[in-house]
């Protein structure tokens, strides 16, 4: 998402409140804005982005976040944790959505963060608060869109799908810091 009015980026992170925040801007999905640079460092149109705008995203637990897209997407939900790790989507809406890790949006191939800031999923609505104040943006409290229902994310992972995630998000565990 790009505001030009409040000159800033937005990294949509699928399952992590984009829909939220972006409806924070006054956005609906029709507006083209809605849609810029919304794979980050993945989108054709990043590196050619505004320079001087504020570039943003929000990160989650990444055993929460896949829980909530494996719930969300019509070809997970009904399969078992096990069988999705072992088949994991490879392209478009689930793969964005559940395969994907958060750091390879956000993060240039060299290591280098490529947003400015950073927001928590766990404490969003004071990240967002302070981001608002940065922009200049009137505060806003976000409204809970898109919400996925499931069970805390700890009751669906045994042993060896837990060693099966660890691998695969192992740079999103790292560079966010996240517990199991």
């Known amino acids: 998402m790009i505001s030009h009015r409040h000159r800033c980026i937005f990294v949509h992170q699928r399952k992590c409140a984009g829909t939220s925040i972006i409806r924070a ?3 609906s999905p029709d507006d083209p804005d809605w849609h810029v640079a919304n794979d980050g460092v993945a989108s054709p149109e990043y590196a050619s ?3 001087d705008f504020l570039r943003f995203a929000v990160v989650r637990n ?6 909530s897209g494996w719930k969300y997407c019509v070809s997970t939900r009904l399969r078992t944790l096990p069988d999705v790790l072992s ?7 689930d ?7 958060q750091h390879e949006t956000i993060y240039h191939h060299d290591g280098r ?3 400015d800031v950073l927001l928590r999923f766990e404490t969003l609505q004071s990240d967002f608060d302070g981001l608002c104040d940065r922009i200049g943006m009137p505060r806003k409290a976000l409204q809970h869109l898109n919400r996925t229902p ?3 994310y700890r009751q669906y992972f045994d042993r060896d799908s837990l060693q099966r995630f660890n691998t695969h998000f192992a ?3 790292q560079r966010f810091g996240y517990t199991f």
Do not use: C, Q
């Not at 088949?87 to 809406?93: I, K, N, Q, R, T």
């Not at 793969?95 to 890790?101: D, G, I, Q, S």
């Open 150 to 152: 499931h069970a805390d």
């Open 49 to 51: 982005m505004p320079p």
């Open 87 to 93: 088949h994991l989507p490879s392209e478009g809406h």
């Open 113 to 115: 963060l490529a947003v």
């Open 62 to 67: 990444p055993w929460d976040r896949f829980v």
């Open 95 to 101: 793969y964005r959505h559940v395969t994907r890790p």
């Open 171 to 173: 740079g999103d565990i």
């Open 25 to 27: 801007f006054g956005l």
